[in-house]
Structures are given as C-alpha cells and as structure tokens.
C-alpha cells in the first residue's frame, strides 16, 4: 500500500503544480566563408542562447525575451572557445529483474506482470537463466561463451582484454543467482539472425519462431543486453562551440552554446544498430545528429534568423510502470519477486488505474491512503517499509532471529489496530452529487463505484435497482461518424476511447492521439 502512496502524492504534486513561464533563443548562423560551394546546412549551425553578461539566461517572459531577440538580431557574432574531446559510453549491465520490467515497459509497453509471464516461458524452456534475481553476478563459463561469440562475430576490436565485473548494487542480493541471460549465445532471434552476414551465420541456430512473437522479442532483448555488456564502451568526438554575440555600443554580451557529437567507434552500440538508426531517424536534432560546420576561434560568423520560443514548466510525470519500478528500487521497497505481484494488486483491487499507460489513484485509493497516513503514520511510512523489508532479509540469510523482530513489530500493530478499530469513523467516500432522477422511481441518482469505474445508481437502492453509466466525453469527434468520443472500459477494467455512436460506428483507440 505503500506504492499507493507514492502514486497518491505523485497526483497530488501534480494538482499543487503551478506553471511557470520561461523562454529559449536559438540563432541560425552561417560561416562568412564558406567552403561547401552550396552553402548547405553544412556551413551553417544553430546555436541556443545561454548567459547574459556572465550570468544564466533565465528569461522569465516575453517582454525580456523580446530584449534579448532585438540585440541578438543585429550583433555581430564571433567563436570564443572550442572545446572538442573523446567520450566514451560504457555499456550497461546484464538485466536483473528490476531492469528487464523496466526496459520491456519502455521499449513495448508491457506490464511488469507480462514480462515475468514472458519470462517464465523462456525459463522453462531452457533458454534463459532465473528471471528473478538482483543479482549482476555471471558464471566463468558463460562469461568465455560470450567473448568468444564476440570475437567470432564482431572481432578482436570489440572484446575488452579482459572480461568485464559488474558490482551487483542490492545489499541483499542472492549471489547463488546469477543476472538474467541466454544459456546458449548461438541461439538467436530470427530478426538478430537477418542481421548477420551470411558467412557469419553457419554455426548459429535460429530461435524457434512457434513460441510466438512476445517469447521472441524478450529473448531479443536478454540476448543483445548480455552480449553488449562484454564488449568495449562506444567513442564518440564531442564538439562544444562558445559564441559570443555583442550589438555596437552596448553593454550587454550575450554567450551562446552549441554541442556536436559524432561516433568514432561504436563498441557495444553496434549490437543496437538497427534500434540506433531507428531513433536517429526519428530525432535529427539530437547532439549526435547534428553536424557542426569546421570553424576556429576567433572567427566572425554571420546571423540568418533567431527562433524564440516560449516554454512553460511541467509537472513532475505521472508514475509508468518503468519508473514505478525503479522508485521502488531505489527506495527498497519490494524484491525482485515482487515487483510485478504489487502492481498487479494495487490494480485489481482498485486503488489505482492505467490510463494511456500512467497510473493515476482512484478515489478509493486515494481515501485508503488518507485514512492509513492518518491511523498509522509510522507504518505507512516509505523508510518503515525499507526497514521492514531488509530486517526480513536478514532473516532469511540468518542474520537476525525472527522472534525478536516480528514482535517488536506485531504488540505495537495489534495495539494500535485496536485503538482504531474503536475510534476511527468509517471510510465514507464522496463521489460527487448529480441532479438526475431515477427513470423508475423518480428519486435522486447518486455516484457509486464498480470495479468497472464510477456510475449512476438510484438512492433508493436495494428498493429500486436502477443504474446508469456515466459518460465521460473527451471533447474530440469521431472522425468516421463525427459522433462524439467518449471514454470506455474493457471488461478487464481497460480504458479506451471509443464512438458514442457504438454500435453503428465501431471506432476506438487506446490513446488520444491515435484519434485521427
């Protein structure tokens, strides 16, 4: 229930959030002279404004926005510094269970509960060591296989001289288990066989593709996780250009930044090639795609254009299941085998909801939590829970006796539960009034509960059972009917958006932006 809290203050930082308005300036310059013959975006950068006179540019509005554009427009500009070095990004560790949930939410939207069904499947079948561990910890044997499977396929230049150690970071974690990885490194996925060379492939046997799709692509992702982390870190040349702008006969200077990065060496990242080029194709203005012109300190450029653009503060992100995951990681709440069961309890049991794949509490959960901070502020305290958990831990590894430990728990709980049980007033939730009366009976309808959601129910209830559902429009038109949408759930709980105008028009989509 602690995960419902973390939720129900997510949702409630969010509601306190107030906006705050800030702008950014960026300025299209261009070499005066230029070697590229046709002047392509080769001899030309775009640059962000980032101090004024010395100090961070933190432009509140539009009025010292609109300053800055008309000094910027017509200052002459000049490179003031060039700063180019080597970075190098290592790869990550081999998954644990934390991490594999993590990274199948983020890369298929899967459930925490899906991934360990997936799992589980590949587990029995051999393909792949225990799925719930915390441990980074890798047997010799497997470590040779993978090297050697590197240095067939990709070479000497790839394989670290020698093999990489990753520090499990779980206090409690369960050696014994090693991190989550294939059994056999020659058994691949179709996709990562198409990949190959065909002179590469003849010792290699493809996974059986009858398992289905989901069972292939998280052993996709095993695989190229584990075989990444015994290669060598990426290189890349990073370019960082300081430009200094200043208009005649003022005062003010104004310092702007550019950052270029090209990959020199992909290391690890060639295992993700196809997924690198992907998300590049997506994203053209990211560092690593932007294609700085040659310049020298010193050298005077010339202004095209300033793009001004006015921005507003967010709200901290609704909890996903991947960074629901990791917040629980990091305050140590729950283990590897229990990630996935909390999510799923907190879901059936109607304390929180998915919506477009963020939780967001219900209005029972946010009444559970309420009433739990307030009867029991030390246990449903997050470092109670931690403290609990590890102290269980020790248990288990036979460092602590637990006689000692669940009754120094238990006296005060039963105690305190029974002070509640005689004082506190039961949990009434307020679901809101309506002004419609019963088509039966005439009396007034009030808001009740499911655990399909919130609907219309006559007051008079057992006497007269009439119910209605409430519908909850979206503000956007089909656009094959041009009825309204509004919102619906599947039998499952599932919200989606659907046509009112159902069942003539069948229209739906899970997101609102599929609403096209």
């Known amino acids: 229930t602690v995960v419902v809290r973390l939720i129900v203050e997510r949702e409630r930082e969010i509601q306190a959030f107030k906006p705050e308005e800030y702008w950014l300036i960026d300025v299209l310059l261009e070499k005066l002279i230029d070697k590229v013959s046709d002047l392509s975006a080769k001899g030309k950068m775009l640059i962000r404004l980032v101090e004024i006179n010395g100090v ?38 081999p998954f644990i269970t ?43 044997d497997a470590i040779s296989m993978v090297r050697e499977y590197v240095k067939e396929i990709y070479g000497t230049n790839y394989l670290p001289v020698s093999p990489k150690i990753y520090k499990t970071k779980s206090k409690v ?40 799709r989901e069972v292939q692509l998280l052993y996709s992702l095993i695989w190229r996780r584990f075989l990444s982390c015994q290669m060598n870190e990426a290189i890349f040349d990073q370019t ?28 690890w990242l060639a295992v993700y090639e196809d997924m690198e080029t992907q998300n590049n194709n997506k994203d053209a203005d990211t560092e690593e795609n932007k294609d700085l012109p040659a310049v020298s300190t010193d050298e005077k450029l010339k202004y095209i254009d300033i793009y001004p653009q006015q921005k507003f503060t967010e709200p901290p992100a609704r909890y996903t299941e991947a960074s629901l995951i990791k917040t629980l990681e990091e305050k140590g ?38 009433f739990l901070v307030k009867y029991f502020p030390v246990i449903f305290d997050i470092s109670f829970t931690a403290k609990m958990e590890d102290d269980l831990d020790e248990i288990a590894n036979g460092s602590q006796v637990w006689v000692s430990i669940i009754s120094d728990f238990y ?3 039963k105690n305190k539960l029974d002070k509640v049980f005689k004082e506190a007033d039961r949990v009434m939730m307020d679901l809101g009034t309506t002004d419609e009366k019963c088509q039966k009976c005439g009396s007034p309808m009030v808001i009740r509960l499911s655990k399909y959601g919130k609907f219309l129910a006559c007051s008079t209830y057992p006497e007269c059972k009439f ?28 919200q989606f958006y659907g046509c009112s105008n159902y069942p003539k028009c069948q229209f739906a989509a899970w997101k609102k932006e599929d609403i096209k």
């Open 56 to 93: 961070k540019a933190d432009l509140k509005n539009r009025k010292e926005a609109e300053k800055a554009v008309e000094d910027l427009k017509t200052s002459a500009y000049q490179v003031e510094n060039i700063d180019e070095k080597e970075v190098r990004r290592y790869s990550p560790p």
């Open 98 to 140: 934390s991490s594999l949930q993590q990274m199948a939410s983020n890369r298929f939207g899967w459930s925490a509960k899906k991934t360990m069904r997936t799992a589980q499947s590949l587990y029995e079948e051999g393909y792949i060591t225990y799925h719930r561990t915390d441990s980074t910890n890798i047997a010799q």
């Open 173 to 212: 974690a369960q050696e014994a288990h090693e991190a989550i990885r294939p059994t056999n490194m020659k058994l691949i996925s179709e996709k990562d066989y198409d990949r190959l060379d065909e002179t590469k492939r003849s010792d290699l046997k493809v996974f059986d593709s009858s398992l289905g």
């Open 240 to 267: 960082t250009i300081l430009i200094l702008a200043r208009k005649d006969n003022s005062t003010n200077k104004y310092l702007l930044k550019t950052t270029g990065t090209k990959m020199k060496f992909a290391g």
């Open 333 to 370: 709440i729950g283990r590897p085998s229990t990630y996935a069961p909390i999510i799923s309890t907190i879901q059936d049991r109607k304390y929180v909801e998915k919506i477009e794949k963020k939780f967001h509490p219900t209005d029972l959960g946010i009444e559970v939590v309420d």
């Open 411 to 413: 006296g005060p709980l």
């Open 467 to 494: 119910t209605k559902n409430i519908i909850e429009t979206v503000g956007i038109k089909c656009p094959q009917c041009g009825s309204e949408m509004v919102v619906k759930k599947t039998r499952s709980g599932k």
